[in-house]
C-alpha cells in the first residue's frame, strides 16, 4: 500500500460544478497536510494546508479525517482554470514529505 | 523576484556522460530540496539539505549527488547518468525545514533524458 493515495482521475466536470476528492495515507503519526496544485509540465504551487480544524479559501475547501486518514478538498462554482494537477502532500516528521501521485482534473465548459 | 531557478530546463545526454543541473533561490532560504518525478509516482526526495553543509538522503538518492557550500546554491550531480533516470526534475526551497511549516517554492523543472 501507498504512503499517500490519491485516486489519479481524471476528474470531467462541467464548469459551475463541485467536484471533490480525497487523499487516504498510511502514517497515523503525520503531522500536517497540504494541497499543491501543478499545471501541465510545470511545477507543483501551494495550494492550500490541511488544518485539524478544515479550513475554506474561496471556492477551495479542505478537510482533514484523522480518524479514518485522510484529507478532502472540494471545489465549489468550478471554472476552466481550475484544470490541473491536485498534489496531495503529508508530513510525516522527521523533515519528509510524502506526495501523492495527484489527480487530475479537467474543467468542461 | 522571489524565486527558484534551474538549469537546464531540458538535456538530453547519454549515458555514463557526468552532468550537473544547478539551482539557486534568492529567498535566503535554509532548506532546499531535490524530487523527480514520474508519470504515477509522484514526487520523490532525492536529497535534500537544512543548512549549508548539511544535506541527506531522500527516498532515491542512488546515482546522485548534491552540495550544499553556499546557502543560495544546491546543485544535483549525476555522475554516471543511466537511461532510468530519465526524468522530470524539481528542485525546491522553503524557509522551514520540510515544508512542514511553510510553503515549498519550487524551480521551473528541469526534463533530462538519458540516452
Known amino acids: 500500500r501507498k504512503e499517500v493515495e490519491q485516486d489519479p482521475g481524471p476528474f470531467n466536470v462541467p464548469e459551475g460544478a463541485t467536484v471533490a476528492f480525497n487523499c487516504t495515507y498510511s502514517n497515523s503519526a503525520s503531522q500536517s497536510f497540504f494541497w499543491y496544485r501543478q499545471d501541465c509540465r510545470k511545477e507543483p504551487k501551494l495550494l492550500m494546508s490541511v488544518y485539524s480544524s478544515g479550513n475554506e479559501d474561496g471556492r477551495f475547501t479542505a478537510q482533514l479525517n484523522r480518524a479514518s486518514q485522510y484529507i478532502s478538498l472540494l471545489i465549489r462554482d468550478s471554472k476552466l482554470s481550475d484544470s490541473a494537477t491536485y498534489l496531495c502532500?503529508?508530513?510525516?516528521?522527521?523533515?519528509?514529505?510524502?506526495w501523492g501521485a495527484g489527480t487530475k482534473l479537467i474543467i468542461k465548459p | 523576484e522571489a524565486q527558484v531557478t534551474q538549469n537546464p530546463r531540458y538535456l538530453i545526454t547519454v549515458t555514463g556522460k557526468k552532468l550537473t543541473v544547478t539551482c539557486s533561490q534568492n529567498?535566503?532560504?535554509?532548506?532546499m530540496s531535490w524530487y523527480r518525478q514520474d508519470p504515477g509516482l509522484g514526487l520523490r526526495q532525492i536529497y535534500y539539505?537544512?543548512?549549508?553543509?548539511?544535506?541527506d538522503k531522500g527516498d532515491v538518492p542512488e546515482g546522485y549527488k548534491v552540495s550544499r557550500k553556499e546557502k543560495r546554491n544546491f546543485p544535483l550531480i549525476l555522475e554516471s547518468p543511466s537511461p532510468n533516470q530519465t526524468s522530470l526534475y524539481f528542485c525546491a526551497s522553503s524557509f522551514f525545514s520540510g515544508g512542514a511549516g511553510g510553503e515549498l517554492f519550487f524551480g521551473e523543472g528541469s526534463r533530462l533524458t538519458v540516452l
Open positions: 529567498m535566503n532560504h535554509e532548506y
Open positions: 539539505s537544512m543548512n549549508v553543509e548539511v544535506t
Open positions: 502532500v503529508v508530513n510525516t516528521g522527521n523533515y519528509q514529505l510524502i
